[in-house]
Nanobody, 115 residues
């Protein structure tokens, strides 16, 4: 079991950057995969980026080259660096921890990109 808390969301102009953080309540060393998802109004939640325990990353096509996911095992924190933001990136962003048969979610942080 793990509790997750996201932070770093906010209002940003198109072309700007934000860095999201996801702080875990326990060590993330043994967590199989940590990921960032987002959900825009009226749309399904979608995977944005994921990183496994070996450091291998995976990105949605829409964010490749703009977003970077990373993890700091010493701080039990996963980050999402978001650059060149556009209005399509406006959504609630959620952190996810995959612990095998169970997945855990944070409460989310809102990102709003103004054009």
């Amino acid at each position: 079991q793990v509790q997750l808390v996201e932070s770093g969301g906010g209002l940003v102009q198109a072309g700007g950057s934000l860095r999201l953080s996801c702080a875990a309540s326990r060590t993330i060393l043994s967590i199989r995969t940590m990921g960032w998802y987002r959900q825009a109004p009226g749309k399904q939640r979608e995977l944005v980026a994921a990183i496994n325990s070996g450091g291998i990353t995976n990105y949605a096509d829409s964010v490749k080259g703009r977003f970077t996911i990373s993890r700091d095992n010493a701080k039990n924190t996963v980050y999402l660096q978001m650059n060149s933001l556009n209005s399509d990136d406006t959504a609630a962003y959620y952190c996810n921890a995959n612990l095998g048969p169970y997945g855990y979610w944070g409460p989310g942080t809102q990102v709003t990109v103004s054009s």
